[in-house]
Each structure stands twice: as C-alpha cells, then as structure tokens.
C-alpha cells in the first residue's frame, strides 16, 4: 500500500525509505490540536504566529480545524554561523505584522529539536508583552531537547531521525509530500559528494 502511494510520487517517492506519519493520521491529529485551541480560547481571539517555511502545511491545516475567531501571522528567520546558531541566535528576514502586546499569542512550530531556536523566538515575543504566550507543536523530538520549553499542545513525538515532508525539507525539498518520512541514506550521501 505505501509502495503505491510512494509510486505516485515519482523521483520524490524513491528517496523515501519510511513513511512514519500517514497523511490520514496527520488530519486527525490535527483535527484535534484544532478542537482543544478553540475550546481553550474562546472569546479570547488568539494570535497564531507561525515561523515560515517549515510551518506552512501544519498551519494551514490547524487553522482550518479551528472554528473560533482568530488571526494569524508570519516571520521569517535564518540562522547566523553555526557558533550563534548553536545559541539559538537567528536572524530576522521578516517580522511580524501585529503587534503582541495585550494579544493571547498562541505559537505555532512544526518542529523542536534541540529547543534553541525556539527558546530564542519565544524570549524575544515576551518582550513585546503579550497577554499570554503559548506553544503548539506538531512534532517534537525530545531526545536533544537542551533547553525545557513549556508546550501546551504537542501533535506527535517523534524518534532521534531526520524527518521530511508535510511542510519539512531536506534542502528545500519534500516539503509538499502529505505524509512525513524518513530519507534512504544515500540521499544524504550524495548530497555530501555533490
Ligand atoms: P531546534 O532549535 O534544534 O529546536 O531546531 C528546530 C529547527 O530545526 C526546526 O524549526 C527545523 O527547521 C529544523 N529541524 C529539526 N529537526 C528537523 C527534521 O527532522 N526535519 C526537518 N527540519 C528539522
């Protein structure tokens, strides 16, 4: 069954060794992170705040399993060396558009690893004085969480590997497959030879 819907992905489809999460059960875990938001903000009109572009998909989705008033807004960063990204120092290529102050932030983040990046965006959101600052995240990977964030609503765990799809790249690439995966290693290999 995986083998024919990897089929259908053609040259994508035979760099994929796994599918770790169906597109079927992203939906309804989705679906659900989408119930618990509207049922804890209600009356609140929460402003989601998404980092682009790796959030794409869980954001688009989220928002649509969200049946409450709400708004949403983006901001773009890139890391600086690969000494500041080891703070968790990023850059900013795009703020936000709203300001936070007085808002119920709610921010969303497709993936946490170590936790600096996160860290890092979140200290700067507390500055502008929000009236609340939570996180949701689609998926985390604990294992070398180095900094402890406080999630309020998390999607999935997922194992120490490196994942692609549903908003996730390697190089730019795989980010518009519907499920989430794991490469065969050649792909990395000859990533590294080229
Ligand atoms: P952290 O600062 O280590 O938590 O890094 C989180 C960022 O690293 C995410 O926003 C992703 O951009 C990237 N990242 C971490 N793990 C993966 C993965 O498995 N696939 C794709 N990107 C990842």
Known sequence: ????????YGELGQEIQEILISEEALRSRVRELGRAISQDYAGRNPLMIGV??????FMADLLRAITI???VDFM???SYSPEARDQGVVRLMKDLESPLFGRHVLFVEDIIDTGLTLNYLLK???AR??????VCVLFDK???RLIDIPVKYRGFELPDRFVVGYGLDYRERYRNLPFVALLKPDVFLENRKG
């Open 124 to 126: 700067t959101f507390r």
């Open 76 to 78: 773009a960063v890139s």
């Open 69 to 71: 008033p709400v708004e």
């Open 129 to 134: 004085e929000p009236a609340s600052l939570e």
């Open 1 to 8: 069954m995986n083998k024919d819907l990897l089929d259908v």
């Open 142 to 144: 604990p294992k070398h």
């Open 52 to 57: 682009l572009k790796g959030v794409l998909c």
